[in-house]
Structure formats: structure tokens, C-alpha cells
């Protein structure tokens, strides 16, 4: 069974930076295409950024583009998100996406087969 465990939410206040961590379980993990996504309270996943599985290929979406990082280490299984200059509206719980199928995925969780349990983000003043 395919495993993403996420790591490196807390509480933090307005400009203040987060690093996310998103372990897999696969051996073949270095293969696929990973993404984060984020789910605010009475809002839908919401795509943050993705990565090819050699670390090229990256996308972000317009709202994270300038602050936050997407990048990999294979060799260790994981996925990170440098996220800096943290505002209020990035509160969230943020969540690891793995596929099970080769290739570049978009920005719709239906292209993503494998999830993490999530890590909360919390910006606050």
C-alpha cells in the first residue's frame, strides 16, 4: 500500500516561513509526478504546486509563485514546500498527492492517485 506522510505544519504569524516535507513509501517514488494541494475551511483542494520525478517540470499555481518552492530528494523519498512570506489566507491544511501512472499531471486532484493524511498550516496575528 502506497504511503504519504506529511510533515513541518505548525502556527506561525503573517511572513513567516514553513518548511512542508511529504515522505513516500514507494521504492519507485523518484518515478512519478508529486504535487501539493491545500483545503481551507468550506473551500475545495486547491493546487499549490507539482514536480516531475527528476525535479524538472515545475508548475505553481498564480498564488504561491514567488513565495513558495516545490522541490524533491529522491534519494530520501520526499517532496518538500519552502513556503515563505506566509499571509492569513494561506491557512489551510496542506496535502502531499503522488500518481500511480507516469507522466505530467495538471492541476485537478482527479489526475493524482495516492494522498496524504494532511498537515495543518495555521497563519495567524
Known amino acids: 500500500q502506497v504511503q504519504l506522510v506529511e510533515s513541518g505544519g505548525g502556527v506561525v504569524q503573517p511572513v513567516d516561513s514553513l518548511r512542508l516535507s511529504c515522505v513516500g513509501s514507494r521504492r519507485t517514488f523518484g518515478n512519478y509526478y508529486a504535487g501539493w494541494f491545500r483545503q481551507a475551511l468550506v473551500k475545495g483542494r486547491q493546487f499549490v504546486a507539482g514536480?516531475?520525478?527528476?525535479?524538472?517540470?515545475?508548475r505553481h499555481s498564480d498564488f504561491s509563485k514567488g513565495r513558495f518552492t516545490i522541490s524533491r530528494d529522491n534519494a530520501k523519498n520526499t517532496v518538500y514546500m519552502q513556503m515563505n512570506n506566509l499571509r492569513i489566507d494561506d491557512t489551510a491544511v496542506y496535502f502531499c498527492?503522488?500518481?500511480?501512472?507516469?507522466?505530467?499531471?495538471?492541476?485537478?486532484?482527479?489526475?493524482?492517485?495516492?494522498w496524504g493524511q494532511g498537515t495543518q498550516v495555521t497563519v495567524s496575528s
Open positions: 498527492a503522488d500518481r500511480a501512472r507516469t507522466g505530467r499531471a495538471g492541476s485537478n486532484a482527479d489526475e493524482y492517485d495516492y
Open positions: 514536480i516531475c520525478g527528476r525535479g524538472n517540470g515545475i
